[in-house]
């Protein structure tokens, strides 16, 4: 047994596909085949169940796959605590966030972080909680930044900052006759949100009823990742939303104008960086959660209430 065929297997477990895998392990496809033939017939079980499109685990093959990944990050954390060793800030950094996060927290950081370490890659993709989780499992990325709490078995959390949530709402809606909102004043027709597999669109959705009309309208139905688009129909058509707090600092005096912070205590969300237990990357997984905090708008420095901030280990 080798690290490479452990490589190959978690590979075609991870793509479900054997010449995707082997694409992605810069192999041919039947030399990927070869060697996990050989694992299989040197443990005397099947990993893979071939007759079935895509390709599937067996169950002892599932069993197998979990303690190789194991295996792996291990083996993978050797020549990472040789560079730590050496204060040496260099490689890959995959990172997924979640897109009600992407475009307001990215900004306030990133450049600072890149130009810091200019020997890290940094890779980022905007994607769903549900994928994210899916991807540290996986190995495909390093580090996520969602909403938590997640309650993941093998993930670690480590709670960033808190965000308010607040009322945007069109020119005409009743909310913006007062002066802050409840959540009962919430329970009116013309609530708009995002598409389902968007956490924020639970959120709001607890806050104001899950039997709730997702629209505006009985005759329009629009499905949407974007927060910006939430705002441009609101702008026209009507009705409300509610918004993450780092959402609304670029917005314009007019639109500002339409904002409806909550009364006390005010609904937030918890924002983290999330990873698989045994993570790798450490060093860099720290400095990238000290670049956060230092360049966070400063309304939202020390909010954290579920557990401190602390370091890595």
Not at 134 to 157: A, F, M, Q, S, Y
Not at 230 to 253: C, E, N, V
Request: with cysteine; net charge neutral; hydrophobic share 40%.
């Amino acid at each position: 047994m080798t690290l490479t065929q452990l490589d190959y297997i978690v590979s075609v477990d991870t793509y479900r596909h054997f010449a995707n895998a082997a694409e992605a392990c810069h192999v041919t496809q039947p030399t990927l085949s070869m060697q996990i033939q050989k694992l299989e017939d040197e443990l005397g079980v099947l990993v893979f169940d071939r007759s079935k499109q895509p390709v599937v685990p067996t169950e002892t093959g599932q069993t197998i796959l979990v303690q190789a990944r194991d295996v792996l990050r291990a083996a993978r954390r050797i020549p990472e605590i040789v560079s730590e060793s050496k204060e040496a800030f260099r490689g890959d950094f995959r990172i997924g966030i979640i897109p009600t996060l992407a475009p307001y927290l990215l900004p306030y950081f990133i450049g600072e972080f890149v130009g810091k370490y200019p020997a890290v890659s940094v890779h980022i993709q905007e994607l769903v909680t549900e994928q994210i989780v899916e991807k540290l499992r996986n190995g495909l990325i390093d580090v996520g930044l969602v909403v938590t709490p997640l309650t993941e078995n093998g993930i670690t959390e480590i709670p960033l900052f808190q965000e308010p949530f607040v009322a945007y709402a069109a020119e005409s809606n009743l909310l913006l006759t007062k002066a802050t909102v409840s959540p009962a004043d919430l329970k009116t027709d013309g609530l708009w949100l995002l598409t389902e597999g968007h956490c924020f669109r639970s959120q709001v959705m607890n806050l104001c009823g899950a039997d709730r009309q997702s629209n505006c309208t009985t005759a329009l139905r629009y499905e949407t990742g974007s927060l910006e688009t939430l705002i441009k129909l609101i702008d026209k058509q009507g009705g409300f939303t509610l918004l993450p707090y780092l959402a609304t600092l670029d917005m314009d005096a007019s639109r500002r104008a339409r904002l409806r912070s909550f009364d006390a205590p005010s609904p937030v969300r918890e924002v983290s960086l999330v990873m698989h237990r045994s993570f790798l990357k450490r060093q860099i997984i720290n400095a990238f959660k000290q670049e956060i905090l230092a360049y966070l708008p400063t309304e939202l420095i020390g909010t954290i209430k579920r557990g401190s901030v602390t370091n890595v280990r």
